[in-house]
């Protein structure tokens, strides 16, 4: 082993150890977390990706049911006569149909914002090492998508933003980011404040508006829209309800905790804002 | 002893093999509610390069650990070259215990891909989660982290056997007895 630190193999790790600190601190000094290597390797996984989300759907679904067996049998008994009479219609989720579906959900959104121009696309991968359920999409560059771009759920509920777009992928930071921010108003109060993620609440996949004046009239089950402030956002977009009020640490504002209408931990089919 | 070009073949053959579990570690480590237990789910990137690194010697496995390093960097969305570099120096260390102090038995391995898992995921949870400042810190490691590095064991032994596999099947025959 020794001999080792004298040979030229030792020298080519150390010189790829200085060529990875190199384009680290490059990657670091211009705002991005992808190099060209990298880039090339998304293009290369995102197709596999892409077909082992489309598998992972049933999969996810059967380890979820495993893994949650009691609430299911409880639930499943509550809903089995249901399914009685629904079995009859029940087809095949495939993918055309979950795109079909989400279009027509597409349809009532783009009936209250005609201006916007949208993308569909699937999830395609999620990171054990993402803290607050962040995801990647399997849409990039190459379909319009740019940084900054909102993402939205078929409901037309908003879900985060591209952080990062790739040439045929990109990277969703989701509402429950405490690095999210977004110019918020509760629609029936006008309150203004500013929707971010909080560690307290990502966990549980809740949000917040924080800088709500104390004097706040907004109650439990108010909506929560964005304003389109800052230009990142289209105004107007929804975001969900508010579950509970409660005073900021430093006594001067009031902070909501929002319940988003959809879920960003579990979301698998999404729409991205292109152009609003 | 089989022939220059035929070792050439089986060598390529080989990597070839291991970049498609590479693929395939990269697909399960990302694929949506696979595997999961609330926030944690089982690491497969690091096994594998950890397995290659054992099998294949610290060189090679180092290489191979960045390049893996690399493909989670960008899963991760993590800063380029962070993992790729914490990656070639675990597999380096690896590769050198395997080979100096700990014989190369899938029980050993398992144990040192949980105490890897266990660091690198501890590391990320220092730097982008405690420093940060973020709420919650000790339930994260304690509910996601740990358990990880945990669900990780199964893994590791089944990409152990895989590569112990390859490795064993691609092996260049020069004759020595």
């Known amino acids: 082993m020794k001999d080792f630190f004298d040979t030229w193999k030792f020298k080519i790790l150390i010189a790829i150890a200085v060529f990875l600190v190199g384009i680290m601190a490059y990657a670091g000094a211009n705002g991005r977390l992808t190099a060209a290597p990298q880039e090339l390797l998304s293009v290369a996984v995102a197709p596999f990706q892409r077909a082992a989300a489309a598998v ?5 679904s059967l380890w979820e049911n495993y893994a949650n067996i009691d609430a299911i049998l409880e639930e499943n008994q509550q809903l089995s006569e249901e399914n009685a ?56 560059t190459l379909d319009g998508v740019a940084v900054n771009d909102a993402v939205i759920s078929d409901e037309g509920y908003l879900l ?26 509760v629609s029936r109060t006008r309150d203004n404040g500013i929707i971010t993620g ?22 439990e ?22 579950k509970e009020l409660t005073p900021e640490a430093s006594g001067k504002s009031t902070l909501a905790v929002i319940q988003p209408g959809a879920d960003p931990r579990t979301v698998r089919h999404v729409f991205i804002i292109t152009n609003y | 002893m089989e022939s220059r070009r035929k070792r050439s073949r089986s060598q390529r053959l080989k990597w070839g093999c291991y970049i498609l579990l590479l693929v395939a570690c990269t697909v399960l480590q990302t694929m949506p509610g696979l595997f999961q237990f609330g926030a944690a789910k089982p ?13 294949e010697g610290e060189f090679a ?31 380096f260390g690896v590769s050198v215990v ?57 893994g590791s032994w089944l990409l152990h056997c895989a590569v112990r596999r390859i490795s064993t099947e691609f092996k260049i025959d020069n004759g020595v007895v």
């Not at chain 1, 591209?162 to 980011?177: P, Q, W, Y």
């Not at chain 2, 969305?77 to 675990?90: F, H, K």
């Not at chain 2, 398992?110 to 339930?139: K, N, Q």
């Open chain 1, 56 to 60: 992972s759907s049933g999969v996810a």
């Open chain 1, 85 to 140: 009479s629904l079995r009859s219609q029940m087809v095949d989720y495939d993918k055309l149909k979950a795109e079909n579906e989400a279009y027509k959900a597409l349809a009532n959104i783009q009936e209250q914002h005609p201006e916007m121009s949208y993308t569909s696309s699937f999830v395609i991968g999620r990171d054990p090492l993402d803290s607050f359920w962040g995801f990647t999409l399997d849409r990039g």
């Open chain 1, 160 to 185: 985060g933003v591209v952080r990062e777009a790739d040439l045929t992928s990109c990277k969703v930071m989701t509402v429950l980011h405490p690095s999210f921010n977004a110019a918020g108003v």
């Open chain 1, 198 to 219: 909080s560690a307290d609440y990502a966990a549980d996949g809740l949000c917040i508006l924080s800088n709500l004046a104390r004097s706040t009239l907004s109650r």
């Open chain 1, 221 to 242: 089950g108010d909506q929560v829209i964005t304003t389109g402030l800052g230009g990142v956002f289209p105004p107007d977009v929804l975001v969900g309800v508010i």
């Open chain 2, 43 to 55: 690491l497969w990137l690091l096994p594998l390069c950890l397995a290659v690194s054992a099998a």
């Open chain 2, 61 to 91: 496995g180092a290489v191979f650990g960045a390049v893996c390093g690399l493909m989670w960097d960008y899963t991760a969305g993590r800063t380029v070259g962070m993992l790729a570099l914490e990656l070639m120096i675990l597999c």
């Open chain 2, 98 to 154: 395997v080979q100096l102090y700990l014989k190369d038995t899938p029980s050993n391995f398992v144990l040192l891909a949980v105490v890897c898992a266990l660091l690198v995921l501890s590391a990320d949870w220092l730097f982008f989660y405690y420093m940060p400042g973020y709420a919650g810190a000790g339930e994260r490691f304690l509910w996601v982290v740990l358990p990880s590095a945990l669900m990780t064991a199964p």
